[in-house]
């Protein structure tokens, strides 16, 4: 089973991952990109330098 990754922001359970480039972390709700907010659990995209992948939490 895969390690459950907190926000880098808070603490709390990240529902993902976003990079841009030259920053990147695990993140929450509240601290998550809009563009990663809008993805469904599960889903990833990448552009770019850009990445973003929601967690399926279904799995964790």
């Known amino acids: ?3 459950k990754q907190r ?3 808070c603490g709390r359970a990240a ?3 976003q990079s841009f480039g ?3 972390a695990y993140v929450c709700a509240d601290h998550a ?3 990663l ?3 469904k659990p599960g889903e ?3 552009f770019g330098e850009c990445y973003l992948e929601r ?3 279904a799995d964790r």
Request: net charge negative; aromatic share 8%; charged share 20%.
């Open 37 to 39: 907010l809008a993805l």
């Open 7 to 9: 926000c880098e922001h």
């Open 15 to 17: 529902i993902g991952f």
């Open 44 to 46: 990833k995209q990448a």
């Open 55 to 57: 967690f399926d939490m």
């Open 22 to 24: 030259c920053c990147s």
């Open 1 to 3: 089973m895969a390690e």
């Open 33 to 35: 990109d809009s563009l």
